[in-house]
C-alpha cells in the first residue's frame, strides 16, 4: 500500500510474515524488541503459550522500528498489513479519532476481560462520530517516584528524604546538598524538562499534590483546565529549585547516572533498573514525592501501556476474533505474569497485587506507591500538541522568560482557541508553525 506521509507520520515498512496454512495469523507491532533481552526472551514466551492454547491461531510479534516510546505516528502506515493487527501505545484517543482503532464494545466479554484491570486504566475514547468507544486495554502500568543516590547523600552526612518531607524541607535539603557538593560538580536534582514533548507527564504529581487530583485536561469536556488553583504553586515550586541552582536542567539523567545529581525528580522504574546496571555499588532507592506540606495527600501518574486492534487490518469476523482472542491473552493474568517475572514489567491488573509484592525489591515499591496514590493523566486527541503546549510554558517559567502564573495563562488560551477546539472539528491548518519554540 502506497500512502503520503501526514504531519508528523514515518513511512516504515511492516515486516512480512508468512501465513501459516489452515491457521489464522495475527501480527503483533509492538516497539522495537530488544534482541536476546528480556523483553524479547518475555515475548517469546508469551507467543509459545499462545500457541499452545489456541493451535488455529499463529500469533508472529515484529518489532516496530517506527514506534516511538510514547507516540506512534507511523502507526497510520500498517492499516494496509495483509493479516489482522494487534499494536501497543501510551496513548489511545489521537488514533481511535481517526478511526484507526477497532473498538472492543461489541465483544461480548469485553466485561469479564477488563475486570480484573486497573480501573484507572480502562477508559473509553472518542471514534471519527464522536462515539466513546473502549478502543484498547491496558497490559502494563507504570508510576513514577523519585529516585535517590544515597551513597552521595551518606558522603555528604545528609539522610534521604521520606513520606512526610514537604517541598521546603526538601528545598532546604537541596540547598544543603549544592552547598557540599559544589567542589565535586554535584547538584542536587537532575530535572529532565526542557527536552521531550512528554516530559510533563512526570512533573504531573507535584501539580495534583497542590490542585486536588485535577487532570491538567478533562477528556471528557475537552478543556484545559491549566487555571486550576493549586497549578500556579506547582510550577512557582519547581521554578524555585531551578533558579536556585540545585538543578542540572540539561543532560539531567546522564548526570544522575553519572553520579553528578543526587535526585531524580520523577522516574519510572526502568530509569532505576538502568541505573543499577550502570552503577551497581551505588545505593539508588525510589522515593515517595514530597508534598506541598503535612496535609497534603501525596499523588503520583499512573500510565497504562495498551494494547489495541487496528481496524482496517480485520476484513472477515473470522480475523476479527482472531486478533481479540489474542489481545484477551495478552492482557490475561497468565500473560502479564510471564512479562513481570521475564522483564520485570509492571502488570496492569489489580487482582496481580500479591503476586508483585511477593517479588519485593524496587517494582513492589513502584507498584504500592501506584496503588495507593496513583492517578491517571489525560488521554485526548491532539495529545502531543497539548503536551508539548503545556511543556513550552513549564520551560519558559523554568528559564524566567515570564512568571510561572503567565505561563500556565498563556497557555491556558492557547489550548482553548487552537489546539482542543481541533479534536473536534480537526481543523489543523496553521498550528504547527505556532507550536515551534
Same mark, same amino acid.
Given at each position: 500500500?502506497?500512502?503520503?506521509?501526514?504531519?508528523?507520520?514515518?513511512?516504515?515498512?511492516?515486516?512480512?510474515?508468512?501465513?501459516?496454512?489452515?491457521?489464522?495469523?495475527?501480527?503483533?507491532?509492538?516497539?522495537?524488541?530488544?534482541?536476546?533481552?528480556?523483553?524479547? #526472551?518475555?515475548?517469546?514466551?508469551?507467543?509459545?503459550?499462545?500457541?499452545?492454547?489456541?493451535?488455529?491461531?499463529?500469533?508472529?510479534?515484529?518489532?516496530?522500528?517506527?514506534?516511538?516510546?510514547?507516540?506512534?505516528?507511523?502507526?497510520?502506515?500498517?492499516?494496509?498489513?495483509?493479516?489482522?493487527?494487534?499494536?501497543?501505545?501510551?496513548?489511545?484517543?489521537?488514533?481511535?479519532?481517526?478511526?484507526?482503532?477497532?473498538?472492543?464494545?461489541?465483544?461480548?466479554?469485553?466485561?469479564?476481560?477488563?475486570?480484573?484491570?486497573?480501573?484507572?486504566?480502562?477508559?473509553?475514547?472518542?471514534?471519527?462520530?464522536?462515539?466513546?468507544?473502549?478502543?484498547?486495554?491496558?497490559?502494563?502500568?507504570?508510576?513514577?517516584?523519585?529516585?535517590?543516590?544515597?551513597?552521595?547523600?551518606?558522603?555528604?552526612?545528609?539522610?534521604?528524604?521520606?513520606?512526610?518531607?514537604?517541598?521546603?524541607?526538601?528545598?532546604?535539603?537541596?540547598?544543603?546538598?549544592?552547598?557540599?557538593?559544589?567542589?565535586?560538580?554535584?547538584?542536587?536534582?537532575?530535572?529532565?524538562?526542557?527536552?521531550?514533548?512528554?516530559?510533563?507527564?512526570?512533573?504531573?504529581?507535584?501539580?495534583?499534590?497542590?490542585?486536588?487530583?485535577?487532570?491538567?485536561?478533562?477528556?471528557?469536556?475537552?478543556?484545559?483546565?491549566?487555571?486550576?488553583?493549586?497549578?500556579?504553586?506547582?510550577?512557582?515550586?519547581?521554578?524555585?529549585?531551578?533558579?536556585?541552582?540545585?538543578?542540572?536542567?540539561?543532560?539531567?539523567?546522564?548526570?544522575?547516572?553519572?553520579?553528578?545529581?543526587?535526585?531524580?525528580?520523577?522516574?519510572?522504574?526502568?530509569?532505576?533498573?538502568?541505573?543499577?546496571?550502570?552503577?551497581?555499588?551505588?545505593?539508588?532507592?525510589?522515593?515517595?514525592?514530597?508534598?506541598?506540606?503535612?496535609?497534603?495527600?501525596?499523588?503520583?501518574?499512573? #500510565?497504562?501501556?495498551?494494547?489495541?486492534?487496528?481496524?482496517?487490518?480485520?476484513?472477515?469476523?473470522?480475523?476479527?476474533?482472531?486478533?481479540?482472542?489474542?489481545?484477551?491473552?495478552?492482557?490475561?493474568?497468565?500473560?502479564?505474569?510471564?512479562?513481570?517475572?521475564?522483564?520485570?514489567?509492571?502488570?496492569?491488573?489489580?487482582?496481580?497485587?500479591?503476586?508483585?509484592?511477593?517479588?519485593?525489591?524496587?517494582?513492589?515499591?513502584?507498584?504500592?506507591?501506584?496503588?495507593?496514590?496513583?492517578?491517571?493523566?489525560?488521554?485526548?486527541?491532539?495529545?502531543?500538541?497539548?503536551?508539548?503546549?503545556?511543556?513550552?510554558?513549564?520551560?519558559?517559567?523554568?528559564?524566567?522568560?515570564?512568571?510561572?502564573?503567565?505561563?500556565?495563562?498563556?497557555?491556558?488560551?492557547?489550548?482553548?482557541?487552537?489546539?482542543?477546539?481541533?479534536?473536534?472539528?480537526?481543523?489543523?491548518?496553521?498550528?504547527?508553525?505556532?507550536?515551534?519554540?
Amino acid at each position: 500500500m502506497t500512502r503520503t506521509p501526514g504531519r508528523g507520520t514515518v513511512v516504515v515498512s511492516l515486516p512480512k510474515v508468512k501465513a501459516r496454512a489452515g491457521k489464522t495469523t495475527v501480527l503483533y507491532a509492538s516497539q522495537a524488541l530488544d534482541a536476546g533481552g528480556p523483553v524479547s #526472551r518475555a515475548m517469546t514466551k508469551t507467543m509459545e503459550r499462545f500457541g499452545q492454547l489456541h493451535q488455529g491461531i499463529h500469533a508472529e510479534c515484529k518489532g516496530f522500528p517506527g514506534a516511538g516510546p510514547f507516540m506512534a505516528p507511523s502507526l497510520h502506515e500498517v492499516l494496509g498489513a495483509p493479516h489482522p493487527t494487534v499494536v501497543r501505545c501510551y496513548y489511545l484517543a489521537d488514533y481511535s479519532k481517526e478511526g484507526l482503532l477497532l473498538p472492543l464494545d461489541p465483544f461480548g466479554d469485553l466485561a469479564d476481560v477488563a475486570s480484573g484491570l486497573d480501573g484507572r486504566l480502562f477508559y473509553r475514547t472518542p471514534d471519527a462520530q464522536g462515539e466513546w468507544r473502549v478502543h484498547g486495554l491496558a497490559a502494563e502500568m507504570g508510576s513514577w517516584m523519585m529516585v535517590a543516590n544515597r551513597s552521595l547523600l551518606k558522603e555528604m552526612g545528609l539522610t534521604a528524604p521520606d513520606s512526610t518531607t514537604t517541598w521546603e524541607q526538601f528545598r532546604h535539603l537541596c540547598d544543603e546538598i549544592t552547598r557540599r557538593g559544589a567542589k565535586r560538580g554535584i547538584r542536587a536534582i537532575g530535572l529532565g524538562i526542557l527536552h521531550g514533548v512528554q516530559s510533563i507527564t512526570r512533573f504531573l504529581p507535584y501539580f495534583y499534590s497542590t490542585n486536588g487530583g485535577r487532570l491538567l485536561v478533562n477528556a471528557e469536556s475537552a478543556e484545559a483546565e491549566l487555571n486550576t488553583p493549586g497549578n500556579v504553586a506547582a510550577l512557582e515550586f519547581l521554578c524555585r529549585l531551578c533558579r536556585s541552582g540545585f538543578c542540572h536542567l540539561d543532560r539531567a539523567y546522564e548526570t544522575f547516572l553519572d553520579s553528578k545529581a543526587v535526585f531524580g525528580l520523577s522516574v519510572l522504574p526502568g530509569f532505576l533498573a538502568m541505573t543499577r546496571r550502570r552503577m551497581p555499588d551505588a545505593d539508588i532507592v525510589a522515593l515517595p514525592f514530597p508534598t506541598p506540606n503535612k496535609s497534603a495527600a501525596a499523588h503520583t501518574v499512573i #500510565r497504562g501501556s495498551f494494547l489495541a486492534i487496528l481496524a482496517g487490518t480485520v476484513r472477515s469476523r473470522k480475523e476479527k476474533l482472531a486478533a481479540w482472542e489474542f489481545l484477551k491473552f495478552l492482557v490475561s493474568a497468565e500473560a502479564q505474569g510471564i512479562a513481570f517475572a521475564e522483564s520485570g514489567a509492571l502488570p496492569a491488573r489489580a487482582d496481580m497485587a500479591r503476586s508483585v509484592a511477593a517479588r519485593g525489591g524496587v517494582l513492589r515499591q513502584f507498584c504500592e506507591y501506584g496503588m495507593q496514590h496513583g492517578l491517571p493523566t489525560f488521554d485526548v486527541p491532539r495529545n502531543g500538541d497539548i503536551h508539548h503546549v503545556i511543556r513550552r510554558a513549564m520551560v519558559r517559567a523554568v528559564l524566567a522568560e515570564c512568571d510561572p502564573a503567565q505561563a500556565l495563562a498563556e497557555a491556558q488560551e492557547f489550548l482553548r482557541a487552537y489546539v482542543l477546539p481541533m479534536h473536534r472539528d480537526q481543523a489543523a491548518t496553521d498550528l504547527e508553525p505556532m507550536l515551534v519554540m
